[in-house]
């Protein structure tokens, strides 16, 4: 397997937690968002939305997060991020749409340039822009997780919610969200942090991230 990625995505950051999960070995090929390397044509001829992640498996390449992880949950079921019963498993991908499809798109990179050139907003208004929208989409997950969450995001056991949560508190933290309002979402991604899978797909601990920032 190859994951194609950036160290900063949110989108690639949960597609890390879920192979780590499952236990499966990959070769991380770092693109560089901010360098435009997900706009070169050899990176097109493999995922031609032009967007991270995209997984190398199966003699196949395909992008999206989300649909990623629904395909290693398929074919590669243990150990399992969606419970077996219907109405859980519902639940559990509303929670994760909530974060994915609902806060995360109007806070990444492509979006923000967009609101810098289109509406001429300094790094005030665009961190005002997502401030803004993190709190709101964070607010509504932390009612839902007041109705679901045990030790996790849907009851005791790691789901595909968890997986979406702990990469977007990375990214309101890196926007300088007040997170003092979420006390069962920051429960949750403590849970989370003491897990090896999410532990090491922390950010700051992938190769590309540790030369940019001159760790050895």
Not at 107 to 129: K, P
Not at 146 to 169: F, I, M, N
Request: a neutral charge.
């Amino acid at each position: 397997m190859r994951l194609y990625g950036y160290w900063r995505s949110s989108a690639t950051h949960r597609v890390r937690i879920a192979l780590n999960w499952k236990g499966l070995a990959f070769e991380a090929v770092p693109t560089n968002l901010v360098q435009g390397e997900h706009r070169c044509l050899t990176y097109l001829e493999k995922n031609p939305q032009g967007l991270v992640p995209a997984l190398e498996v199966d003699g196949a390449v395909l992008g999206q997060s989300l649909a990623i992880i629904e395909y290693l949950e398929e074919t590669r079921p243990e150990p399992p991020l969606l419970p077996k019963e219907p109405l859980a498993r519902a639940r559990v991908r509303s929670l994760a749409q909530l974060i994915a499809c609902d806060i995360h798109p109007l806070n990444s990179l492509r979006v923000l340039n967009h609101v810098r050139r289109a509406f001429q907003q300094g790094d005030g208004g665009v961190e005002a822009w997502c401030r803004h929208w993190i709190a709101q989409g964070l607010t509504m997950l932390e009612t839902e997780l007041a109705r679901t969450a045990g030790l996790y995001s849907h009851g005791d056991a790691v789901s595909l919610a968890d997986v979406c949560l702990v990469p977007q508190l990375v990214n309101a933290r890196r926007h300088r969200c007040d997170l003092g309002p979420y006390p069962t979402v920051l429960r949750v991604e403590e849970a989370c942090l003491m897990l090896p899978a999410f532990d090491k797909a922390r950010p700051e601990r992938q190769p590309d991230a540790r030369e940019r920032l001159g760790i050895g």
